[in-house]
């Protein structure tokens, strides 16, 4: 069962189940939905399982209704690996790169966007209405979203991103979609306002009263719907099984997991691994310039009243409101603490935690931060071993100190996502474009580039409507009103 972040309104009911989140991921006073109660993990009821078999183990033990996994899990069969979605790499003894992007857009957004996107359309298909999908990106979660949606019957999505905050391919990832179902918009803003947009029309009523209206429903598929949240649970625990099963670690063994960290959803999946029992040392938080999460895990303070979004060469993290730290608060401290803290950062732009809460923090998270300078330097370095890595990646490379414990590096993106950066970093003219960058690469390393990323180039952005923030809802009505 889920439980609200900040209390219950009492418009709402107190505990919902999975399925009701996906389809209604609302929260009273504007919060999120949340796990309940957080059962423990027996490392060796779940030691040998397959992956597809973790995901049902972990449903099961969460009280999550699985009727609609196994179709849901059949997504898995268009990644490099039909059988498990991640991989794998040694890098020293003591540090393993997992890698999150063997799926269709390749970024991590795959794991868990791919599985809950079919299980949202499955559900959508049960209730037979029609539903307006939201999605905010940084840069990756709404391709992997409108590959999941795409032409999917009752479901009309809506994709905002950063206008000037993207890749060239996450951006043609995006525009080049050209499924009737989807509108991609292109906002002159950051992340940080994207975000916001969706969140109020979530809560707006004359948006609301018109979508009732033309019999249109509401969901979303950004991190705060906690559909996405469940599937970023598994790989953290599948990674201590992987440490296991290969006699790396035995099961008395603790491992630090480094997260590059945005909007938290994926670091906040390795928090939750870590109290059903998952022996996780520490979840080391990377971060860009844009360190708010650095000061905030140091200081207690979550202040951005003074502070301008960054654009960084890792875009993905360029982000200053973390909206999954809200559950983060919500598990450590409660719903009325939350509830406080969230209303300041509402208002003031800043809370802070005290002394004690903060100790309390610690226990769980530690946190690096990197500059663009230092990111270019790992690139490079890496490079000279002939392991090409992101952006994102190499900031938590950054993040590493190799003190005996076995470590695990959240790679969340392939190298072709990011090429003109890499490129940059191996002393390439840092204007080239994104094909010449790939194919400079790609010759250099004799590293193949996916057919998902290579044919982008060869298509028409179609999908491309640029708007004002304020904008926004009036857009979507027109295009609604357009389709319906």
Not at 47 to 66: M, P, Q, R
Not at 262 to 275: E, P, R, V
Not at 394 to 405: E, R, V
């Amino acid at each position: 069962m889920l439980i609200e972040t900040r209390g219950n309104d009492k418009k709402r009911c107190v505990n919902i189940g999975l399925h009701e989140a996906i389809l209604n991921p609302i929260a009273s006073f504007n919060g999120l939905w949340s796990l309940k109660n957080i059962p423990q993990i027996n490392i060796n009821d779940i030691k040998d399982l397959s992956y597809n078999d973790l995901t049902k183990y972990i449903f099961e033990i969460l009280g999550a209704d699985s009727s609609l996994l196994d179709d849901a899990l059949l997504s898995y069969k268009t990644f490099d690996n039909p059988h498990t979605p991640l991989d794998f790499a040694k890098l020293d003894d003591n540090l393993f790169l997992q890698k999150l992007y063997t799926g269709p857009t390749r970024a991590f957004k795959d794991m868990a966007m791919q599985p809950f996107g079919r299980m949202l359309c499955n559900l959508v298909k049960k209730e037979d209405k029609k539903y307006l999908i939201l999605t905010a990106t940084s840069g990756d979660t709404g391709p992997a979203t409108l590959e999941a949606v795409k032409n999917a019957q009752n479901i009309y999505a809506i994709c905002m991103y950063p206008k000037d905050g993207t890749s060239d391919v996450q951006r043609l990832q995006m525009t080049t979609n050209d499924a009737k179902n989807i509108k991609v918009l292109a906002l002159d803003g950051d992340f940080d306002d994207a975000q916001s947009i969706l969140k109020n029309l979530l809560n707006d009523t004359s948006f609301r009263e018109f979508l009732d209206k033309n019999n249109f429903c509401i969901s979303a598929t950004n991190s705060i719907n906690f559909g996405r949240i469940i599937f970023q649970i598994i790989y953290h625990i599948y990674s201590y099984i992987y440490l296991l099963k290969n006699h790396i670690i035995n099961n008395t063994e603790s491992i630090n997991i480094i997260v590059p960290s945005g909007n938290f959803g994926n670091a906040l999946g390795a928090f939750y691994a870590k109290i059903m029992g998952i022996k996780i040392n520490k979840i080391i938080i990377a971060t860009n310039a844009n360190s708010v999460l650095f000061d905030f895990i140091k200081t207690g303070k979550y202040d951005i009243r003074n502070r301008k979004l960054l654009k960084t060469n890792s875009p993905a993290m360029d982000i200053l409101k973390s909206s999954n730290m809200e559950r983060v608060l919500f598990h450590l401290y409660g719903h009325e603490r939350t509830k406080e803290l969230m209303e300041n950062l509402d208002k003031n732009k800043s809370y802070e935690i005290s002394n004690n809460e903060l100790a309390k923090l610690n226990l769980y998270f530690d946190t690096y931060k990197s500059d663009d300078n230092a990111t270019l330097a790992i690139i490079k370095e890496y490079a000279q071993k002939n392991i090409i890595i992101d952006p994102h990646t190499a900031t938590a490379l950054n993040a590493y100190k190799n003190d005996g414990i076995k470590t695990i590096i959240v790679s969340t993106a392939q190298w072709s996502k990011f090429a003109p950066t890499i490129a940059k970093a191996l002393g390439l003219d840092s204007a080239c474009s994104d094909k010449d960058a790939l194919d400079y690469i790609s010759n250099k390393f004799s590293l193949p580039i996916h057919k998902n990323i290579e044919s982008l180039f060869n298509k028409d952005e179609c999908n491309k409507t640029i708007v004002d923030s304020s904008n926004v809802g009036s857009i979507i009505k027109e295009w609604l009103k357009s389709i319906n």
